[in-house]
């Protein structure tokens, strides 16, 4: 089974998460397919909009924490940082279809994106500190720009899930549609998008975005202590506990 299908449909580069028996959480290769993906329709001239899906009901768990290394000071996850950069820097516009579980990197995605179509049933769950880790992929930064601190705060220190129409309240979801039309109203607005003069698009785009020094300083700085967390002993104990599928028990930490 391939777990990132790639189609192209018109000017329409559909990019689609397929492991469902993991709830689309993704794999070190999965975050270097999405890169290539979106680096080549950056120095291409054939796509004009990109659409983000899950499948089978869910959008994106997160990373798939059995597929990182013991030892992140020694190998670091660069696939996560090439496809987090490939975002900032993207200015081909994209569109992501959310049903189901959005957590993790399957939330701090969306904060990047230039159309977010949910359910109001999906679930959007920044969950890093319940895994012992900081926010990343520019959240603590992005968030409390668009939010105010204590709305930001709440969301990620908490670590609670938020349902659609709370996300579409707080503006991180863009446009609510029954579960059945997610699909098909994500794939609208993205032919929208590829119908419009796409220079002028990319550089609309670019402008609106504005300079993203602020937003790549805060975002190395967030994987710093991502780093931090996994080798630490909270790290090790949240991990245990998710794996062993139990409430972790920081006690004996500090």
């Known amino acids: 089974m391939t ?3 790639t189609r192209l449909d018109g000017h329409v580069l559909q990019l689609r998460m397929n492991r ?9 290769p999965m975050y270097d397919a999405m890169s290539e993906a979106l680096e080549q329709a950056e120095t291409g001239r054939g796509v004009r909009a990109i659409v983000i899906l899950g499948s ?11 597929d990182f290394p013991s030892d992140p000071s020694q190998h670091g996850p660069t696939p996560v940082m090439r496809l987090v950069e490939a975002l900032v820097h993207a ?3 994209i569109v992501a279809a959310v049903d189901g579980v959005a957590a993790g990197f399957g939330s701090t995605m969306l904060l990047h994106l230039d159309s977010v179509v949910a359910s109001p049933a999906t679930r959007i769950f920044f969950s ?7 926010p990343e992929a520019g959240s603590s930064l992005l968030l409390t720009r668009q939010l105010g601190y204590t709305r930001a705060a709440e969301l990620l220190l908490r670590a609670a899930p938020i349902d ?3 996300a579409h309240r707080l503006g991180i979801v ?9 699909e098909s109203t994500a794939l609208s607005i993205a032919a929208e998008f590829a119908s419009k003069p796409p220079q002028a698009m990319r550089r609309a785009k670019k402008l609106l975005k504005g300079d993203t020094a602020e937003l790549m300083q805060r975002i190395r700085e967030e994987e710093r202590d991502v780093f931090l967390g996994l080798k630490s002993a909270e790290g090790a104990e949240a991990l ?8 972790p028990d920081f006690s004996g930490t500090s």
């Open 240 to 247: 245990r506990a998710f794996r062993e599928r139990r409430a």
């Open 128 to 134: 890093f500190v319940n895994m012992a880790l900081v």
């Open 3 to 5: 777990a990132v299908i």
């Open 164 to 166: 659609g129409v709370e």
């Open 20 to 28: 469902p028996e993991k709830r689309n959480a993704l794999t070190l």
């Open 174 to 182: 863009s446009t609510l549609a029954e579960p059945a039309n997610v």
């Open 56 to 66: 089978s009901g869910s959008f994106c768990a997160g990373s798939d924490l059995a």
């Open 91 to 93: 200015s081909v516009p």
